[in-house]
């Protein structure tokens, strides 16, 4: 396991170590002594999100209690990106993004205060999300994927995109800037 600086102040990129042979593969997607030297969080908490081909989620965080992700892609591929809304932070209202996949063998960390979306490319996607803190609803709220201020070039064919309705119904970015900045 190899850990990598990313783009925005205090992301990660995650390179996993794979063993195949006939009866399939094994590999460590979490280990906390290699973890401690770079990433300083514990983990609480593991989502795992089924998405079809063409699904958008996000990009959702939370403006109390942020949470910090550890995402992996299990099966599938997707367009993984970051949003940094960390108003102190060196990349603030930034964006990062990679290209996540059971093949390529790498997982990103985005720390509490930057929000997380995807957007499913393989036809079957499996992704584990490991969270440095719980989740509560009242607090999660949502920047729109195509905010043209953000200028996110997500790999989307024209507006083929399977988007919840409250995603929908996300914020942009100027709206979130004055209101819902994450409280660190």
């Not at 403006?63 to 993984?80: C, M, R």
């Not at 940094?84 to 990349?91: C, P």
């Amino acid at each position: 396991m190899k850990i990598l600086k990313f783009s925005l102040e205090k992301s990660y990129l995650i390179k996993l170590d794979k063993y195949k042979d006939k009866r399939g593969l094994f590999f460590e997607m979490f280990k906390k002594s290699t973890f401690n030297k770079f990433i300083k969080y514990n983990f609480v908490q593991d989502n795992i999100s089924f998405s079809k081909k063409n699904t958008l989620r996000g990009l959702h965080y939370q403006f109390k209690k942020p949470q910090g992700h550890l995402v992996t892609v299990l099966q599938g591929k997707i367009y993984d990106v970051g949003l940094d809304l960390r108003k102190k932070s060196k990349t603030f209202g930034e964006y990062a993004a990679i290209e996540l996949s059971e093949k390529n063998n790498i997982s990103v960390f985005w720390p509490p205060g930057v929000a997380h979306g995807f957007f499913a490319i393989g036809n079957k996607n499996i992704i584990n999300y490991k969270c440095t803190g719980y989740y509560y609803s009242m607090f999660e709220i949502g920047v729109k994927y195509n905010d043209p201020d953000l200028k996110i070039k997500w790999p989307i064919k024209k507006n083929n995109v399977n988007i919840s309705i409250r995603d929908q119904k996300n914020f942009d970015f100027k709206t979130i800037k004055k209101l819902y900045l994450p409280k660190l």
